[in-house]
C-alpha cells in the first residue's frame, strides 16, 4: 500500500501512535516513543515514495514501516538506557548500526520499547503480555514482544543472548530469528556477554522477518565478529511461500525429545500437531538429542559469560549499585568481582568448550542427515510476571532450552504454532539449523505460516490510554556519553573494552 501511494507513511504513523496511547495503557510495551522524529522520517520516506511512483531511483520496500527498537539500540540524539536508572539522562551519541541501515532504507522509528533491565532478565516484569497483561511477555525483548503483539508497529528489532528474541515470540505470538553470530551487527548495541549476544528482527511473519534480515545482514567495519563478506544478495531472501504442496519433501526434521517430554499437557498437544503438520508438508521425524552443554570452570556455562557482564558493567558499580532492580544489584556485583579473579586459563577452557559444542552441534546434523531441528519455544504455558520476575539469563534458569542456538552460533526462528487450550496463550516452535542456513530457515518458516497461519492469530483489542513519555532528538551532551562523539567498537578478540575512554561502552 505504502508503495502503491494507496497509504501515506504520515498516515501509518500516525495510526500506530494513537493505538499505542490507546491501548499501550495494558502492556507499557514502550518506554518512549519520538511523535515528532517519527513523523520527520514519514514525511522523507513519503517524498521517497512519490518520486519512485513519478519514475526516479526505486523506494526500499521498508521504506515509510514503523519500527520499535529494544531499548538497547543507539539511535543518534535520542535517550538509550537500558530500561535502567543507571542510564537515566543518557543520549546516543551516533545510530547502532542496525538501525542506521534500516533508518536508510526509508523505516520509520516509532519509538524505544521496554527490556528487561540492560536485558539481564527473560521477564521483562514492567510490561505485559497483549494476550493478558497478567502474564509475562518474555524477555528480554518482551517489550518489542509486546509492541508486535499488540499490533502498535509492524515491525521491532531485539537481541538475544539466552533466548531473548524467541522467548518473547512465544510468548507474545509473533516471529522472530536469532540470526547466524556475525550476521547481523551489533555495534551501538549495548552488551550483555558479547560471546553469545546476537541483534536480530522481530515481526508478526516469517516473511516480515525476513525482509528486515535482508536489509540487517552484512558485514560492517565497527563490528568485527560481521562475516567479511556475504552470504546471499539481499534479493535472495525469501518472502513467498514455495509453490509445491509439499514443500517439506526430502528434508529431515530433527525432534529434541528430551524438550518435548517435560511440556505441559496443553503446549504438549500443540506440539504434537506441529509434528503432524511437518508430516504433512512432507518432512520425515527422527529424534536426536543436543550436545552437553559447555561446561569450562568449575562445571557451570556461567562463570565466563558472567564475567563478560562484569567487564561492562564494572564502569557503573559500586556507585550506582542502588539504581539497578533490587534482584539484580547481587548477581551484577557478583560480575563485577568475577572479571577481576577469574583466570585467563579458566575462560579459555570455557572457550575450548564452546568449540567442542559448536563441532558437535554441526556433527549431529551430518550424522542424521537433518535438515533442521524442531525444539519447544519455551517450557511453560503462559508464564506470569511474577513468575519471570528476577530470573536471569546469567542464572542458568531460563524457562525452555534455548541457549544451544547461542552457544553453536547457529539461526534459530520461531514461528507461532498455535494457542494453548488451558490458558488461551500462544505457544511457538524453535526451528534451527546449520550457521549461515538464516535463508533456509526462513524459507521452512515462510512455508509453515503460508500452510498453517497461526500468526494471524490476533489478541482482544485491550483499550487502556497511556501517556507514553516522549522525547525529541537532541545534541549528544549527556555526561554519560561517549565525549567523543561516535558509538565505540564491540572488541575485536578480547571481551575487555577500553572503559577510561569508553563511558558508555556499546
Known amino acids: 500500500m505504502l508503495q502503491a501511494g494507496r497509504l501515506?507513511?504520515?498516515?501509518?504513523?500516525?495510526?500506530?501512535?494513537?493505538?499505542?496511547?490507546?491501548?499501550?495503557?495494558?502492556?507499557?510495551?514502550?518506554?518512549?516513543?519520538?511523535?515528532?522524529?517519527?513523523?520527520?522520517?514519514?514525511?522523507?520516506?513519503?517524498?521517497?515514495?512519490?518520486?519512485?511512483?513519478?519514475?526516479?531511483?526505486?523506494?526500499?520496500?521498508?521504506?515509510?514501516v514503523p519500527l520499535a527498537l529494544k531499548d538497547l539500540y543507539a539511535a543518534k540524539g535520542l535517550p538509550v538506557t537500558a530500561s535502567s536508572r543507571v542510564l537515566s539522562g543518557n543520549i546516543?551519541?551516533?545510530?547502532?548500526?542496525?538501525?542506521?541501515?534500516?533508518?536508510?532504507?526509508?523505516?520509520?522509528?516509532l519509538g524505544h520499547a521496554e527490556t528487561d533491565e540492560f536485558a539481564v532478565g527473560v521477564g521483562t516484569p514492567q510490561s505485559g503480555n497483549p494476550w493478558d497483561p497478567a502474564r509475562s511477555p518474555g524477555g528480554s525483548s518482551g517489550g518489542s514482544g509486546a509492541v508486535l503483539g499488540a499490533r502498535l508497529a509492524p515491525a521491532a528489532l531485539g537481541s538475544d543472548t539466552g533466548g531473548s528474541l524467541r522467548l518473547p515470540a512465544t510468548a507474545c505470538g509473533i516471529t522472530a530469528l536469532k540470526p547466524t553470530f556475525g550476521l547481523v551487527s551489533a555495534h551501538g548495541v549495548i552488551p550483555l556477554v558479547w560471546g553469545r549476544d546476537h541483534a536480530g528482527p522481530m515481526a508478526r511473519s516469517a516473511a516480515d522477518v525476513s525482509l528486515l534480515l535482508s536489509y540487517l545482514a552484512g558485514h560492517d567495519q565497527h563490528d568485527p565478529a560481521t562475516l567479511s563478506a556475504?552470504?546471499?544478495?539481499?534479493?535472495a531472501y525469501p518472502t513467498m511461500a514455495s509453490k509445491s504442496r509439499k514443500p517439506y519433501a526430502g528434508m529431515r526434521f530433527g525432534v529434541v525429545r528430551a524438550d518435548v517430554d517435560g511440556l505441559p499437557a496443553a503446549t504438549a498437544e500443540i506440539f504434537a500437531r506441529f509434528l503432524t503438520e511437518v508430516r504433512e508438508l512432507g518432512g520425515t521425524l527422527v529424534d536426536v538429542a543436543l550436545p552437553a552443554n559447555p561446561t569450562g570452570q568449575g562445571g557451570t556455562t556461567m562463570l565466563a559469560e558472567i564475567c563478560e557482564t562484569g567487564v561492562y558493567h564494572s564502569q557503573f558499580l559500586p556507585g550506582s549499585t542502588g539504581k539497578y532492580r533490587l534482584e539484580y544489584q547481587a548477581i551484577l556485583t557478583a560480575a563485577i568481582a568475577l572479571q577481576r579473579t577469574l583466570s585467563v586459563g579458566d575462560y579459555l577452557r570455557y572457550e575450548q568448550d564452546r568449540v567442542r559444542f559448536q563441532h558437535e552441534y554441526n556433527a549431529m546434523f551430518v550424522a542424521d542427515r537433518l535438515t533442521a531441528i524442531l525444539v519447544p519455544g519455551s517450557s511453560t504455558d503462559g508464564a506470569s510476571r511474577a513468575d519471570l520476575a528476577g530470573v536471569t539469563v546469567l542464572s542458568g534458569s531460563v524457562p525452555g532450552n534455548v541457549t544451544w542456538a547461542n552457544w553453536s552460533g547457529a539461526p534459530a526462528i520461531c514461528t507461532p504454532a498455535g494457542l494453548s487450550a488451558a490458558t488461551g496463550m500462544p505457544f511457538g516452535v524453535q526451528i534451527g539449523m546449520r550457521p549461515w542456513q538464516d535463508t533456509e530457515v526462513l524459507q521452512i518458516a515462510i512455508d509453515y505460516q503460508h500452510a498453517f497461519p497461526y500468526w494471524e492469530q490476533a489478541p482482544p483489542a485491550l483499550d487502556s490510554p497511556r501517556e507514553i513519555p516522549t522525547a525529541k532528538v537532541v545534541a549528544s551532551t549527556s555526561t554519560v556519553a561517549d565525549p567523543t562523539g561516535t558509538i565505540a567498537t564491540r572488541p575485536a578478540i578480547s571481551p575487555i573494552p577500553t572503559l577510561a575512554s569508553d563511558p558508555v561502552a556499546f
Do not use: F, H, N
Open 230 to 235: 556475504p552470504v546471499v544478495p539481499r534479493s
Open 92 to 109: 546516543a551519541p551516533g545510530d547502532s548500526t542496525a538501525w542506521a541501515r534500516l533508518k536508510a532504507a526509508g523505516m520509520v522509528l
Open 8 to 64: 501515506s507513511s504520515a498516515e501509518l504513523t500516525a495510526a500506530c501512535l494513537d493505538r499505542s496511547r490507546a491501548r499501550d495503557g495494558a502492556t507499557t510495551a514502550w518506554i518512549r516513543v519520538y511523535p515528532e522524529y517519527a513523523a520527520q522520517l514519514a514525511k522523507a520516506a513519503d517524498k521517497r515514495l512519490a518520486g519512485a511512483r513519478r519514475g526516479g531511483p526505486a523506494a526500499p520496500l521498508l521504506s515509510g
